[in-house]
C-alpha cells in the first residue's frame, strides 16, 4: 500500500489517507455566512476522496477580514451552516478542519479575483466595507496600501480573545481539527516578521518578543482543544526577503509551537511583501517548498505537511517515502480535478473499481468501466494527471 493511502494519527483524530485539500480562498461569502458555492465547493471536495478537507481562512473578527467575500467566525450565527457543512463532508469520510486568521495589514483588499488590490471606490459603491486594517506597526503591505492602524496592548489582547472564542465556535461546529494561519503576512504572522513589525516594546523587537503573540493564541487555543483534538499551523517558514523571518527562525519558532502543543507544522512561504521589495530569492517550481517542510520535520522532530506546485501522486508518495513530509497538501490540482484523489487511487493500483466512489456514481461508474474493458481499455488512463496547472 502507497504510503500516500495509508492512514495517519494525530492525538484522537486518525485520517483515511494523507491528502490534504489545502485551504483556499474562495471570497464567496456573504456577512462572513457560507453560501451555496461554498457548500457544493466543500462537499465536492469531500467526495473526491482526501482525507482531510481544510476550510479556507476564516477571520475571527468582521473587521479583521481581509475581504468582505470571506467567510467569518466572529458570531454564533457562523455556527449552524459550517456544522452543516461539516456534518455534509463527514458523510464522504472526510476528516474536516477550518483554519482560523485575522488579516491584519491585509485586510480592506477587493476580492482576488477582483484584482486583489485595496478596495476601490467602485467597490465601496457596490455596497462593499471598508475594511481598515490593524497590524504590529504602522508599515503598509507594499506601495498604494493603506497603513495599518498599530494595536495598542488593549487590541492586541481583545485580537487574543477573539481568537479562543472563534476556535470555541469552531468546535460547536463540529470540526475534527483546528489549523492556526500563522503565514503569508497575516495578523499572526506580521507579528513575527521584522519586515512588518518595528515595535519596542514586548510585542516586537527580539525574536522571543515577536513570538510572543502566535504563541499566546496558541496558548489559549490549546487549553480550550480537548485533549484529543489535534491543532495544526499554516507557518511561512520563511519570507523569502533579506531582513525578513527566516528557515533559522521557523526551527526555533516551530519547536516552541510543538512544545505549546502544535501538532503539524503546514509548511508554506511567503505573502509579507513590504513597499518596493521583491522575491528574489524565490523560484516557484514543482515542490519548491517542500524543502522547507523536510528541514523542520527533521531538526525539530514535528509531523509537517508540504504544499506547493506538488501535482501528482508519483511525486507526492516520493516526498513521503522520502520522509520530506507526513501529509501532502493539494491546491490548484484540487480545483482543476476535485476526484484527483480517487484518481490517484485507481493509478496507483489502490482501486480498481469504483466502489469506494459515492454509490450514486459508482454504480454508473463500475458499469461503464465493465464495458470498456471487454475492449481492453483502461477507463482512467495515463492523462488523468495533466502538469498544466
Known amino acids: 500500500m502507497p504510503l500516500l493511502f495509508q492512514p495517519s494519527t494525530f492525538r ?32 465536492r471536495m469531500a467526495m473526491g476522496g482526501a482525507g482531510l478537507v481544510i476550510m479556507e481562512q476564516t477571520f475571527v473578527t468582521r473587521a479583521g477580514r481581509v475581504s468582505n467575500g470571506d467567510p467569518g467566525i466572529w458570531s454564533d450565527s457562523h455556527i449552524e451552516p459550517m456544522a452543516r457543512l461539516v456534518s455534509e463532508m463527514k458523510r464522504y469520510g472526510a476528516r474536516t478542519a477550518i483554519q482560523i486568521s485575522h488579516g491584519g495589514r491585509k485586510g480592506g483588499q477587493q476580492r482576488a479575483f477582483e484584482g486583489n488590490g485595496p478596495i476601490s471606490e467602485r467597490n465601496l459603491a457596490a455596497g462593499d466595507e471598508q475594511l481598515y486594517p490593524m497590524g504590529a506597526s504602522p508599515i503598509p503591505l507594499s506601495e498604494s496600501w493603506l497603513t495599518p492602524v498599530e494595536m495598542n496592548e488593549e487590541q492586541i489582547e481583545g485580537i487574543i480573545d477573539a481568537f479562543a472564542a472563534g476556535a470555541r ?73 533579506e531582513g525578513g523571518w527566516t528557515e533559522d527562525d521557523s526551527v526555533i519558532f516551530a519547536a516552541r509551537l510543538k512544545e505549546a ?8 512561504s511567503g505573502g509579507n511583501m513590504r513597499a518596493g521589495a521583491t522575491n528574489s ?43 520530506k513530509a507526513d501529509l501532502i497538501c493539494i491546491g490548484r490540482q484540487m480545483l482543476f480535478n476535485p476526484f484527483w484523489v480517487r484518481h490517484a487511487a485507481w493509478q496507483m493500483g489502490v482501486e480498481r473499481d469504483f466502489s469506494s466512489w459515492p454509490e450514486p456514481y459508482g454504480w454508473w461508474l463500475n458499469k461503464w468501466a465493465q464495458a470498456l474493458a471487454v475492449n481492453g481499455e483502461d477507463p482512467l488512463g495515463p492523462e488523468v494527471f495533466p502538469e498544466t496547472l
Open 12 to 43: 484522537g483524530v486518525t485520517l483515511k489517507n494523507r491528502i490534504v485539500v489545502s485551504p483556499m480562498g474562495t471570497y464567496s461569502a456573504e456577512d462572513g455566512r457560507l453560501t451555496p458555492f461554498q457548500f457544493a465547493h466543500y462537499e
Open 169 to 241: 465556535r469552531a468546535l460547536l461546529a463540529g470540526f475534527d481539527l483546528l489549523e492556526l494561519h500563522l503565514a503569508h503576512g497575516y495578523l499572526l504572522q506580521s507579528f513575527l516578521s521584522p519586515l512588518a513589525n518595528q515595535r519596542t516594546d514586548r510585542w516586537g523587537g527580539s525574536l522571543e518578543n515577536r513570538m510572543r503573540l502566535p504563541l499566546a493564541v496558541v496558548a489559549r487555543l490549546r487549553a480550550l482543544m480537548p485533549d484529543s483534538m489535534p491543532l495544526f499551523a499554516r507557518l511561512s517558514v520563511t519570507d523569502w526577503i
Open 281 to 323: 530569492n524565490l523560484a516557484r517550481g514543482p515542490g519548491y517548498q517542500v524543502a522547507l517542510s523536510e528541514r523542520l520535520r527533521r531538526e525539530v522532530n514535528i509531523a509537517t505537511a508540504a504544499v506547493g506546485m506538488i501535482r501528482s501522486p508519483d511525486y507526492a508518495e516520493a516526498i513521503l517515502q522520502e520522509k
Open 261 to 268: 502543543g502544535v501538532d503539524l507544522i503546514d509548511c508554506s
